[in-house]
């Protein structure tokens, strides 16, 4: 048996020229997570991450105190699809982050506005799963995610290991591993915290391997913080 712990990056820089680095607020939450891995006493056999920055970033203040962990695994197949990328093929005038800061000012409910504009876009790629319009298609994106954590699954068998990953890589294998349909894996992307671990059981190998969600979207450890507000989702 393998056990896999998914881990969603802490929060990124969503109103920055670059999303892919943590916010301050995202640090505090890695190293919370840090903090409740211990509690756990999680020590992982291994550990992956996709090759963004968030997730290495989060992986390395998560780790920071943990004692002989193994070297992190970057594999490029945990990355998050582009939504940067999406948004600009559903309306190119929301393609840069500037474009995208500049129509949320001259709304008068921005947040609600950019979550409409946004799931619009995800459904606009997700209704079109082979349209060679985007840089990687809804199909391939599903397929190399999947792909990723059969492997790591099989080649880990009896042990467990941590996965430092994004929202939709983590919806993705969510909706696929309870039978949902997959063009609706948004709708389980928009409720996961960052910083939040789900728990994935992978018995067998090979042909024989079945991988079942044990635990979805663990944030207790945030919650445990009101004050602070550091229950985030970007």
């Not at 880990?156 to 919806?171: A, E, M, Q, R, W």
Request: with cysteine.
């Amino acid at each position: 048996m393998c056990i896999l712990y998914l881990v969603r990056h802490g929060q990124a820089s969503f109103s920055a020229d670059n999303y892919d680095t943590l916010s301050t607020k995202g640090q505090q939450q890695a190293t919370l997570l840090g903090e409740y891995l211990a509690q756990k006493q999680l020590t992982p056999d291994a550990v992956f991450a996709g090759t963004m920055l968030r997730h290495n970033q989060t992986a390395e203040l998560s780790l920071a105190s943990a004692n002989n962990t193994p070297v992190v695994i970057n594999d490029a197949r945990l990355n998050e699809y582009d939504h940067e990328h999406i948004l600009a093929v559903y309306n190119p005038q929301l393609a840069t982050p500037s474009q995208v800061r500049a129509a949320l000012s001259k709304q008068a409910e921005p947040m609600e506005y950019f979550k409409t504009v946004f799931i619009s876009a995800i459904q606009q790629w997700v209704l079109n799963p082979d349209s060679t319009q985007y840089n990687e298609s809804f199909n391939a994106f599903t397929a190399r995610v999947l792909g990723a954590l059969e492997q790591i699954a099989n080649e880990n068998h009896g042990k467990k290991v941590l996965i430092y990953t994004s929202g939709g890589p983590i919806s993705i294998i969510t909706s696929h591993l309870m039978g949902l349909k997959l063009e609706r894996f948004i709708d389980i992307n928009w409720s996961l915290v960052n910083a939040g671990v789900t728990k994935v059981v992978a018995r067998g190998k090979g042909k024989n391997q079945k991988l079942t969600i044990s635990s979805l979207n663990e944030h207790h450890f945030l919650e445990c913080h009101p004050q602070q507000k550091l229950i985030t989702y970007t």
